[in-house]
């Protein structure tokens, strides 16, 4: 009995911290959604304070409701920083805010556990391709999957993270997938003023290759995803 009301004010914080947190979060993602169509680079940039440390921890902040908002693109996010600070410290930020983005609903997905894949593919037909990569190398397919980025970001962390991933081989997959859209944004957002600079134009030309080139995998992925399902059934 004695050890019970001890821990009755434990848990009674525990319990207020959680709402605390999902009130927060809330309310900030819900503000984000109110003025979605604010959300540009330009908007982004006239949001931001001018404050170095504050900058920082507002970019960071929006990288984290990135992370359970589809509303919010990331290339966005990384060419804001590109205008808002040098190149060095924008591919930095942008990077722990890859961090940020990526990993929150990765575990999202791993605390829902299995029941939540067949919703995500309910809601994303095309997740259903990620069931060729179950039992791969998890960093191979992490880093192909950012490489490639035509299936639904969000959506795919959270079917990782409830298809049992680890998230060390998935960390370093994603953000190594991810840091030339990393590099080409931030370098895009730092000339934006001059796109007819040779640094905009080369991270323009190179980013619209990796999107072309990931095109082409995607469909050749398709295609012999759909090939393997079809002798699956012949099979059967």
Request: proline content about 3%.
């Amino acid at each position: 009995m004695i050890e019970n009301e001890k821990n009755t004010p434990h848990r009674a914080l525990k319990i207020f911290g959680r709402i605390f947190v999902i009130l927060f979060w809330g309310g900030l993602i819900l503000v984000c959604f109110l003025n979605r169509e604010k959300i540009s680079v330009d908007g982004i940039v006239g949001l931001v304070p001018k404050d170095s440390v504050l900058s920082v921890i507002v970019m960071l902040l929006l990288f984290a409701v990135k992370g359970v908002a589809v509303f919010i693109y990331g290339s966005i996010l990384y060419a804001a920083s590109g205008i808002l600070f040098s190149l060095p410290v924008a591919i930095i930020v942008n990077t722990i805010g890859t961090v940020i983005m990526t990993t929150i609903p990765f575990y999202i997905g791993k605390k829902a556990g299995s029941r939540l894949l067949g919703e995500l593919v309910k809601k994303n037909s095309k997740l259903e391709l990620l069931r060729d990569t179950q039992n791969k190398n998890e960093f191979l397919v992490s880093f192909f999957l950012r490489m490639v980025g035509l299936l639904p970001a969000d959506l795919v962390a959270m079917y990782l993270g409830a298809s049992g991933m680890r998230y060390k081989p998935y960390f370093f997959g994603t953000v190594i997938g991810l840091l030339p859209a990393i590099i080409c944004f931030s370098v895009m957002g730092m000339s934006i003023d001059d796109v007819g600079s040779p640094q905009f134009l080369i991270s323009l030309i190179v980013e619209v290759g990796l999107m072309l080139l990931s095109l082409l995998i995607y469909f050749i992925w398709k295609l012999k995803s759909k090939r393997k399902r079809d002798d699956e059934t012949n099979e059967a």
